[in-house]
């Protein structure tokens, strides 16, 4: 069946509306429990509104929000096919002459593009604003204001040297040694006061993260009124290691799909493990794959003639069942692929080929039938 036909075309128009039906209501309950948890949390800071619990669970839904997006997208597609089994469209469809693979072409199709349009438009801004959240309860929770942050641009760190000074660095390239230690290249230093004015930059060629110090090499220090003062060797206090650094990575779900192979690239580079992120990326490439495989499987259970049949009992303890299942295969599978106990191509690709090789199994039987 073609998508452009009159019949595609109302397919994907319920598809679609029983979608957004289920998306809104599901983000309301989870945005009522987000709510409920950052009050609790902030209920210690009483220096803390409850706007700033509102922008916490605001910044918080959508990392919420897309762990349960398959089990969103399923229940729209049970909706759908009950609709049209209990009403006898699809008795009449099928009547006409309309295979199921016709029937249900349509409606992969739209749930296909929903997945394409999840991936390249919303989840940037997921990504931004989850990091949005880090940075809220960071602040919630560190008084001190200090923190790293990794980028395709290099490393940047900002830390509290003491009460009236900040200091603020940047380097370009970094790469993890042999030894331990922390080379960077392109260091750049800047130390602010309390009003954040600048009193003094500092200019190196590289730099060791040793034990308590940055070792730099080739330094120029400028400080306003005074010559540049150039140095062979400088000792820069610090309290970051390497231990502090891997800490604070950004989280891959901060990072939006289109940065992603920068920043993998980036700390591959860096002699840093990459695999989080790498699971990350050809996870939401093959999302929309996956969210097809849970529509041909509510299919299984929503597409019956008969209602008499098991009714609509077993369809929702088959829906929740399989649901719960495929979410929990895949979610054992991306744990051992993040831990790399099994290949990153082979932990992404294993959950939506075994959906959906089951799906289509039982829609065979279902077709001979």
């Not at 036909?5 to 994907?12: A, D, V």
């Not at 750049?188 to 309390?194: P, R």
């Not at 895949?330 to 932990?347: E, I, K």
Request: aromatic share 10%; charged share 20%; with cysteine.
């Amino acid at each position: 069946m073609k998508a452009n036909s009159i019949l595609g075309r109302y397919l994907i128009k319920q598809i679609v509306f029983n979608f957004l039906a289920v998306l809104l209501v599901i983000l309301g309950i989870i945005f009522l429990f987000e709510m409920v948890e950052r009050l609790r949390r902030i209920a210690g800071h009483p220096d803390l509104d409850v706007w700033f619990a509102v922008q916490l669970a605001v910044a918080r839904l959508p990392k919420t929000a897309e762990q349960v997006f398959p089990f969103v997208m399923m229940i729209a597609a049970m909706i759908t096919f009950w609709k049209l089994s209990k009403t006898n469209e699809f008795v009449v469809m099928r009547a006409a002459g309309v295979s199921i693979w016709d029937f249900l072409s349509p409606v992969c199709l739209a749930t296909f593009v929903i997945g394409i349009i999840n991936v390249t438009l919303v989840n940037p801004v997921a990504a931004d604003l989850y990091n949005m959240f880090e940075v809220l309860e960071r602040r919630m929770d560190n008084k001190d204001p200090s923190a790293v942050m990794f980028s395709d641009d290099g490393l940047w760190i900002r830390e509290s040297i003491d009460n009236n000074k900040v200091m603020v660095m940047q380097a370009k390239t970094l790469q993890q040694e042999k030894s331990g230690n922390l080379l960077l290249r392109g260091v750049s230093i800047s130390e602010l006061d309390a009003k954040s004015r600048p009193i003094r930059q500092i200019e190196a060629f590289a730099g060791v993260l040793e034990k308590g110090f940055f070792d730099l090499k080739d330094v120029a220090i400028y400080t306003a009124g005074k010559p540049v003062e150039k140095l062979g060797s400088m000792q820069y206090k610090t309290v970051l290691d390497m231990n502090k650094i891997q800490d604070n990575f950004l989280e891959p779900e901060a990072i939006s799909f289109w940065k992603l192979p920068k920043v993998i690239n980036f700390y591959d580079k860096s002699g840093f493990a990459v695999q989080r992120h790498q699971m990350r990326f050809w996870s939401l490439v093959v999302s929309p794959f996956f969210l097809v495989a849970m529509v041909m499987m509510a299919a299984v259970f929503a597409l019956r003639p008969n209602n008499r049949r098991g009714g609509v009992m077993f369809l929702i303890v088959g829906g929740i069942v399989t649901g719960f299942s495929a979410y929990f295969l895949s979610q054992v599978v991306y744990a051992m692929g993040t831990s790399d106990n099994l290949p990153v191509g082979l932990a992404v690709i294993a959950p939506t080929v075994i959906a959906a090789s089951i799906a289509v199994s039982l829609l065979l039987h279902l077709e001979d039938g």
